[in-house]
């Protein structure tokens, strides 16, 4: 078995004031390979702050503990600033939630695709340009050319994220942290968006950590799943098994869900055990 990119054991991120401390990730333990990742729960259940603290890239103020965490062979507990410049966008790219805060609103959108591939590659600007025309023809962006020239105000939504995702992958990272990297996109958008992030990380043999609260989605998109509910992993299962979770709060998450094919009233509320929080993860169906 490939060594995993990703190996985290009991990931603890709390946060403090002069009143009281919070935990908002618990005693998180997972690994990533050359694969794609699905993380899903409600709002506030640690999982883009489980994926920020890969990269160091939490809100001031979080303390961030571990028994370990590590990127291949590089300790990013121990890893300081300068090694983290390194590995971001190097190694590991993040893709965010929405293009309209994440590009750079006075720069052209080639500019900013060249600036990500240089930082990364010491080459001359021409080299660098071509790359980035390849790459938005490879996220599937009609006259390059032109696009390239553009100001990010001046692009859909959807094109926008295409950009995001050239931009990210312009480096060649090892591993990707998408988070909810379609949920502002309408659903035929979105369907083309994932088609081309499964494609690149496919042929790149990329790792994917795919945030998102689609359940749908991400069973059909991820190859594994971890669901989350108050900063711990309740369950980490096969994507095509998801359906069929154990875990109680996975059902409660399931059954919440809107179908056409049953009419209800009102949707159910998911269940939540406080002794869940202490209680073992169900992995592949087993309790561990």
Known sequence: MDKPLIDVKDLKISFHSAQRSHDAVRGVSFTIGREKVGIVGESGSGKSLTGRSLLKLTPKGAEINATHMRFKDTDLLAASEKEMRKIRG????????????????????????????????????????????????????????????????????????????????????????????????????????????????????????????????????????LVMNAGRIMEDLPACELHNACHPYTRSLLESLPRLDVAVDDLKVPVRDPSWLDGPVFRNGVLA
């Open 90 to 225: 190097n190694y590991i790219s993040m893709i965010l939630q929405d293009p309209k805060y994440s590009l750079n609103p006075l720069m052209r959108i080639g500019q900013q695709i060249v600036e990500a591939y240089r930082l990364h590659h010491k080459a001359p600007t021409a080299e660098a340009k071509g790359k980035a025309l390849a790459m938005l023809e490879a996220v599937q962006i009609r006259d390059p050319e032109r696009v390239f020239k553009l100001f990010p105000h001046e692009v859909s939504g959807g094109m926008g994220q295409r950009i995001m995702i050239a931009m990210m992958l312009i480096p060649e990272p090892d591993l990707i942290i998408a988070d909810e990297p379609t949920s502002a996109l309408d659903v035929t958008v979105r369907r083309q968006v994932l088609t081309i992030l499964d494609e690149l990380v496919t042929r790149r043999g990329t790792g994917l950590m795919f945030i998102s609260h689609d359940l749908n989605l991400v069973a059909s998109f991820c190859d594994r799943v």
